[in-house]
């Protein structure tokens, strides 16, 4: 596609995402809420970054003018967003965020009325309208305050939560600080001031050795979460992490059983799967996004799924990736077991993942990089070979049984991309 990537429309503010394409996208909104007949009533929230404020505006500035009435959640979670738009019947929710990225990323995805991402048909759909042009009535709407509405799924989790965790919340100086302080006001927290400028910087779970090495010093189990809240890594207080695959691995064990399916990605660990097939547990892959991991999860109709980077959906709990769902779900395993997260991670064995990232701009497949990946692919070594689809690099997997096998092939890997 060409603004939509795996995540919704995302790019560097007024760089790679530009003033001109958030008004084509919002005109393009608006012809979709036309051919839809939706309601014209939309959700909006973001996570916080110093640039949502500027992205809101002007959204606001076309939505507004051309009859679609703006319903400001201000600063929430992805999943928060969600859980509302399903639980308010809204046709159509915003989300203003760059998720894991910096802060000079930002980005806008959607939700259907069901809590959903949007579909690659709807993104489709919209980017088709982004490359018309046409006319828009004007017919100006209201703009509503209703951040009220966040207290309800703060009241969700808290009914969800049967354990109080003894447990440290890492919030990524992004949208779960406000919301982890009110679920759990006497627990530790850590990055959980947001200045707009701060989200991810050296926080959450794709910067994770300040809370793997409190965890160890105060004997505690740690989580954390990413700039929108959809994502989560666990640590143990031996100091492990626990990536998606080994949150899968422990959830499995208790919202599956025997001859059932847990949808993962390309991305899975095959220690996963074999971990998995080892309980009689099938490991289906989905392409990467927790929206096509939920389309494969309806698909076979699984109760589990989710990604290695923490974006995990427990059908009868959440329609999208949740990280303090996630996190309440563990903690409620360990409350009802009386086991440790190690101890609940027993019986997992996960193979070797060398991963690395390469600039590269408009990346596409040559013969001579599939020749390679021909040459160096077996039954013990997986590589996926990737352009992201939020930023404008090329990502490399090499799995293997052997660290320094996977190792070596990444390098050749990396080198034929650059040369080529």
């Given at each position: 596609m060409e603004y939509f990537g795996t995540?919704?429309?995302?790019?560097?503010?007024?760089?790679?995402?530009?003033?001109?394409?958030?008004?084509?996208?919002?005109?393009?909104?608006?012809?979709y809420y036309e051919t839809h007949k939706f309601n014209k009533v939309l959700l909006i929230g973001g996570d916080?970054?110093?640039?949502?404020?500027?992205?809101?505006?002007?959204?606001?500035?076309?939505?507004?003018?051309?009859?679609?009435?703006?319903?400001n959640l201000g600063v929430c979670s992805s999943p928060a967003l969600a859980y509302i738009t399903k639980k308010y019947n809204y046709p159509l929710a915003m989300m203003i965020t760059a998720s894991h990225n910096p802060s000079v990323y930002n980005g806008i995805k959607f939700f259907n009325s069901l809590g959903e991402k949007i579909t690659d048909e709807d993104e489709l759909e919209l980017e088709r309208y982004m490359n018309k042009r046409y006319t828009l009535p004007i017919k100006y709407a209201k703009l509503l305050d209703k951040h009220k509405l966040l207290l309800d799924y703060i009241k969700h989790l808290k009914q969800l939560s049967k354990f109080n965790p003894d447990c440290i919340f890492d919030c990524s100086f992004g949208a779960t600080s406000e919301i982890v302080?009110?679920?759990?006001?006497?627990?530790?927290?850590?990055?959980?001031?947001?200045?707009?400028?701060?989200?991810?910087?050296?926080?959450?779970c794709t910067h994770i050795e300040m809370l793997r090495r409190m965890c160890i010093i105060e004997q505690k189990v740690g989580f954390a979460f990413d700039g929108d809240g959809d994502r989560v890594f666990a640590v143990t207080k031996s100091g492990e992490v626990l990536d998606g695959d080994k949150i899968l691995y422990v959830l499995s064990k208790f919202y599956l059983s025997s001859g059932q399916m847990l949808v993962g990605t390309i991305y899975s660990n095959m220690g996963l799967e074999k971990s998995l097939n080892d309980n009689g547990i099938n490991l289906v892959r989905a392409?990467?996004?927790?929206?096509?991991?939920?389309?494969?999860?309806?698909?076979?109709?699984?109760?589990?799924?989710g990604e290695f980077s923490g974006h995990i959906i427990i059908k009868q709990l959440t329609n999208t990736g949740d990280g303090?769902?996630?996190?309440?779900?563990?903690?409620?395993?360990?409350?009802?077991?009386?086991?440790?997260?190690?101890?609940?991670?027993?019986g997992y064995s996960g193979f070797y993942q060398a991963k690395d990232d390469v600039k590269f701009e408009h990346f596409k497949m040559n013969k001579k990089l599939m020749s390679a990946i021909k040459e160096l692919e077996n039954e013990s070594t997986r590589i996926i070979v990737r352009p992201s689809g939020t930023e404008p690099v090329v990502r490399i997997m090499v799995e293997d049984e052997n660290k320094e096998n996977a190792q070596k092939i990444l390098k050749i890997l990396k080198n034929c991309i650059k040369n080529s």
């Open positions: 995540d919704g429309v995302r790019g560097i503010v007024d760089e790679t995402l530009t003033a001109r394409t958030i008004k084509k996208l919002m005109k393009a909104l608006i012809k916080g970054r110093i640039s949502g404020s500027y992205i809101f505006s002007l959204a606001a500035s076309v939505l507004l003018k051309h009859g679609i009435e703006l319903h302080k009110q679920c759990y006001p006497k627990a530790k927290k850590i990055n959980c001031t947001p200045n707009g400028y701060n989200i991810n910087e050296n926080a959450g392409d990467v996004g927790d929206k096509n991991v939920l389309a494969q999860m309806k698909r076979h109709n699984s109760n589990l799924g303090l769902i996630t996190a309440i779900a563990l903690s409620n395993i360990m409350g009802t077991t009386k086991k440790s997260l190690d101890e609940l991670l027993d």
